[in-house]
Each structure stands twice: as structure tokens, then as C-alpha cells.
């Protein structure tokens, strides 16, 4: 097969110029290419490969937008979990919605039911290339793509949805329209939310071991917001230092270094280092994640600090515009009526005076027109559930950014909530340490007692004083917070956006239902077009009669095959 590296059409190994465009044609190095997903989307060229699939880059068919669609290998299209992976890491990435998560538009399934992503197409590189290739960074670089990723982290979080593989290798470095650096955290194929554990087995953990926090490899332990953030300070520690602060030939080693080594200070490997982002990298380091700041908030608010005022400022990264136009459908079955006009020409000279042609020709030319009639009909049709579909995407993405403004109000007072609960003593863990002292310090007395009767020695009245004392941690500890309130307010404004999206989902599946065999058909009608301009193509070459006409075919926008 060959396609057409313009309008990408494709064409037999025998042909060697577009009928439409007149451009040379190319072999297919992949055989998705110039193949329509989801009625919507036009594969174009290979960007990379890797081992779950291969990434495109694709065209919008209508509005033109350029994207990037990730495709998994087909021998992935019977695993369940993995679509269903794919499909939650859709869900999960499109709510969140933040300038420094990576913006995807749309879930589905090829023909052959191979899970695909559409998403934004950035221009750039993944943060290990830098890593790797420039050691450490600035400090206020490193702090303003630290703020970046404390901030995506903080909008996951907020929405309870934990990354699970924080690493340079899902962080893409693209530039702003002011040429800035913005980091976007990519890949949520393995987030995790409190209420979706199925794709987990038992024992099974997923990341990258030289990133992972030291409770992911303990059996049964609970994954939260704190083991990101001390993926965070990894990767914090690495763009500072030029270097992870463990080193290791074997997952082993790794495993043993996130639970037992202490990691060296920042400030003692890279003198200029801020004391305070050296003691911050530490706290999100800590071993017991109870230690590590109270979130990403927190981060955030501790790496502004010590930002410029350039490196805090919020970017974003606008649409990839396209560098080659292609002609619209719309141009394309112009031009295949122009060439239609001209074919009906030729025959009207060959056959002049009311001579009829041969039926063969008669039938191909009323074939052709019918064709391109239905074609120009099912185009407008796919205008108009296209603009349904966009129309529907604005709506939900318009009530979207307003409840994710009250998400970040509350998320921020809940923030310092958190850690204003943590200084006086409050924590849940904190509570139950408290509880215990007293039941210990009760059940002593209560033996002390047995022991002296009622007579009150000395050791006696100090066992009650403790506790007393005990009881009263306790009851400080254990009083109702406004870290619980917030909490109940920011989870329900998160089950609204979830609804919000999950009723839009529903209406539009039928738009796309819709659109997928439009495209279909259209695929189907054009491909017949171009069997039949080349069948009367060559029934008409013969004649001198249209030699002229078929010059002109070769001139303009239509030069045509041999």
C-alpha cells in the first residue's frame, strides 16, 4: 500500500501520484497511517514507539486541530485490565484539567479493539534528556519545574487521585508561548483513586523502583498522596544535585536504599542550595510518610518562597499549530468534481450528437456523481455532530472550571488546615498514640490500686497524674477538626465535576457512535471514487479527443496519475 503524504489517501502499490494533489506517493511504513479513529482522527505520521504501543500524529478531520494519539499494540486488544487502564487514565487526566497535566480529549477502540488515547501534541522532550545530558540544573529552574510538578501533583491529589509513578521519564519539558519552560506530568495509565483498587493484584506493585517511596514495597500498605510526594523529592534531589541520591545495579538494592539509607543532604552536595529546599527535599524523603509535608499544597507554597517571581508565574502551553496545511475534505471532493466535470467533457466529445458510450463508462460516470453527492451529504453531516460534540465539550469544560476554582479555594484552606492539625498535635495517628498512653498509664493505675488498696502512695498519684494528663492529649488530639469539614465539602464538589462529566460522556457517546460510521462510509465512498476515476481514466485516455482535458487534469491541484 502507498499513501498520499499530503491528504493522505491511500492508494495500491501499483499508483505513484495523487489523484487529488498530484503528490508523489509513499510507501506505508505503517499501516495505520492515513487510517480515520473514531471517525475523528487522521493518523498522519509515527512520533515514537515504545513497548505498550506507538504514538501518532494525527488531524482532527473537522477543525483541523493537530493532536497526539497513543495507540496501544494489538496484542494488547484482549486485556481487559489494560483498557480499562487506558480508559480510566482518560477519565482521571481530563478532569483534572491543570496547565501542568497533560490535556487529553478523547478514549476509544480501533476496529481490531486496540485501547487509544487522543491528547495534546506538545513540542519538546522528557525531563531525563536534560538530566542525563546537562546534569544539574539552575536552582530557580529546578525550582520552577518543582513548582510545576507540586502543582499537578496538588490538582491530582485534590481530585484523589494519586500518580503512582512520578519519574523524569513522565515529566515533558515544552516551552510556553513566552519560550519559558513548562513541565506537564504525563502517563496517569496507572493513577490510582480511593475507590478503584481492582487493577492492583495482591503483592503487585506498579512504578519505577528508583523513584518509589519506601511503604510501596511493604505488603499491604496503603498507596497516598505522601508516597508522589516522596517521588517528588526524588526527582527534586536529582535535578538539584545532578544525581539521585541512591545508586543501585539491581531492584534489590534499590528496594533496601528506599527503606534503609538515609539520603545526604542537598545543601552538603550542592553548596549553594537554599538551606530550606535542602530541609524541604528531606522532609518528602522521610521514611514514614507521616513525616513528609502535609501535601502538595504545602510543597507549593514552600518552593514559592524561593522561586523568582518569573519562575512562580502560572503558564500555559498553547495548541501545536500545523506547519504543512492539508486540504480540507471538503476541498478534496472538489476536486474530485472538477475531475468528474472534465471526465463528462471528454465523453461529450468522444460521443458527440446524442451517440451513447459504452454502459460501462455511462454507469461509472452516474456512479461517480452519486458518489460525490453522498460524499459532500455525509461531510455535512459530519460538521454538524462534530460542532454537537465540541459544542457539549465547551459546555462541560465552561462548568468545569468553575467548580475546579472552588476546588483549589477549599483544597487551600484545607492545606493549611492540614497543617496547623499536624503542629497542635491532631492527627489521626497522633490520636491513636495518645489513646494508647492513657489505656497504658489507666491499666497501671487500675494494678497500682489492686496492689495498695486504698491507701494513695506517692508512685500511685503519679500514675494518675500521667494519666490524666493522657486522657487530656487525647481528647485535644481526637476534637473535630475543620480538616473533616473541608474534606466533606471538597469531596462533594469532586462527585459533581465526576457527575458532570459521567452525564456529558453519556449523551455524547451516540454523537460518536455516530461520527465513527460516518467516517466509514466516507472512507468506503471515497475509496470507490478513485476507482472509478481511474477505470474512466483509462476507458477515455485513448481517444485524442481528450488529450487537452486530461493536461489540464495534470495542471492546478489535479495532476493526474501517468
Request: glycine fraction near 8%; charged fraction near 30%.
Amino acid at each position: 500500500m502507498k499513501v498520499c503524504p499530503t491528504c493522505r489517501l491511500r492508494y495500491s502499490d501499483d499508483d505513484f501520484a495523487c489523484l487529488v494533489d498530484g503528490a508523489p506517493l509513499q510507501a506505508m511504513t505503517d499501516p495505520r497511517i492515513g487510517s480515520v479513529l473514531g471517525g475523528r482522527y487522521t493518523l498522519e505520521e509515527v512520533l515514537g514507539r515504545g513497548g505498550m504501543g506507538t504514538v501518532y500524529r494525527a488531524r482532527q478531520n473537522v477543525g483541523d486541530r493537530v493532536v497526539a494519539v497513543k495507540v496501544l499494540h494489538d496484542r494488547f486488544a484482549d486485556d481487559e485490565a489494560l483498557r480499562e487502564r487506558l480508559e480510566r487514565e482518560a477519565r482521571s487526566t481530563r478532569q483534572l484539567a491543570h496547565p501542568n497535566i497533560i490535556t487529553i480529549f478523547d478514549f476509544g477502540l480501533t476496529p481490531q479493539l486496540v485501547p487509544y488515547l487522543v491528547m495534546e501534541l506538545l513540542h519538546g522532550e522528557p525531563l531525563d534528556q536534560p538530566i542525563k545530558r546537562d546534569g544539574a540544573f539552575e536552582l530557580d529552574k529546578a525550582l520552577m519545574l518543582g513548582l510545576h510538578l507540586s502543582r499537578a501533583l496538588a490538582r491530582a491529589h485534590d481530585f484523589g487521585v494519586v500518580h503512582r509513578d512520578v519519574k523524569p521519564e513522565n515529566v515533558f519539558i515544552c516551552s510556553s508561548d513566552d519560550g519559558t519552560r513548562v513541565a506537564k506530568l504525563m502517563d496517569f495509565g496507572i493513577a490510582l483513586s480511593p475507590n478503584d483498587r481492582r487493577l492492583t493484584g495482591a503483592g503487585e506493585f506498579l512504578g519505577s523502583p528508583r523513584y518509589m517511596a519506601p511503604e510501596r514495597f511493604q505488603a499491604r500498605a496503603e498507596v497516598t498522596p505522601a508516597s508522589d510526594l516522596y517521588a517528588l523529592g526524588m526527582v527534586l534531589y536529582e535535578m538539584v544535585a545532578g544525581t539521585l541520591p541512591f545508586q543501585s545495579q539491581s531492584m534489590a538494592g534499590w528496594v533496601l536504599h528506599h527503606m534503609e539509607t538515609m539520603p545526604a543532604e542537598l545543601a552538603s552536595v550542592r553548596s549553594e542550595c537554599p538551606p530550606l529546599l535542602s530541609r524541604l527535599v528531606a522532609e518528602l524523603l522521610s521514611k514514614d510518610p507521616g513525616h513528609r509535608p502535609v501535601d502538595a499544597h504545602s510543597v507549593v507554597n514552600t518552593l514559592g518562597t524561593m522561586a523568582s517571581e518569573k519562575a512562580k508565574r502560572v503558564r500555559k502551553v498553547s495548541m501545536v499549530s500545523r506547519e504543512v496545511p492539508v486540504p480540507d475534505e471538503l476541498a478534496r471532493i472538489g476536486a474530485w468534481r472538477e475531475r468528474a466535470r472534465l471526465y463528462q467533457l471528454m465523453v461529450d466529445r468522444v460521443w458527440p450528437d446524442g451517440s451513447q458510450p459504452p454502459q460501462e463508462i455511462q454507469n461509472d460516470l452516474a456512479e461517480l456523481h452519486g458518489a460525490l453527492g453522498r460524499l459532500e451529504a455525509l461531510r455535512a453531516e459530519a460538521q454538524r455532530l462534530e460542532e454537537a460534540v465540541t459544542k457539549e465539550d465547551a459546555r462541560v469544560e465552561a462548568d468545569r472550571e468553575r467548580l475546579v476554582h472552588a476546588v483549589d479555594t477549599l483544597a487551600g484552606e484545607l492545606s493549611q488546615a492540614r497543617a496547623k492539625t499536624r503542629q497542635q498535635g491532631g492527627s489521626p495517628g497522633i490520636a491513636r498514640d495518645h489513646l494508647e498512653r492513657y489505656r497504658t498509664c489507666l491499666a497501671r493505675v487500675i494494678q497500682l490500686d489492686a496492689i495498695h488498696g486504698s491507701t494513695p502512695t506517692p508512685t500511685a498519684l503519679e500514675a494518675l497524674r500521667e494519666t490524666t494528663a493522657a486522657y487530656a492529649d487525647w481528647l485535644n488530639a481526637s476534637a473535630p477538626s475543620p480538616t473533616r469539614d473541608l474534606q466533606f465539602q471538597l469531596d462533594a464538589l469532586r462527585q459533581r465535576i465526576a457527575g458532570l462529566e459521567r452525564d456529558s460522556r453519556a449523551g455524547q457517546e451516540g454523537r460518536k457512535q455516530q461520527l465513527r460510521a460516518n467516517a466509514d462510509e466516507r472512507a468506503q465512498l471515497e475509496q470507490r471514487v478513485l476507482r472509478l476515476s481511474r477505470s474512466l481514466g483509462e476507458a477515455l485516455r485513448p481517444f485524442p479527443q481528450t488529450r487537452d482535458l486530461f493536461r489540464k487534469m495534470r495542471g492546478g491541484t489535479m495532476r493526474a496519475i501517468g
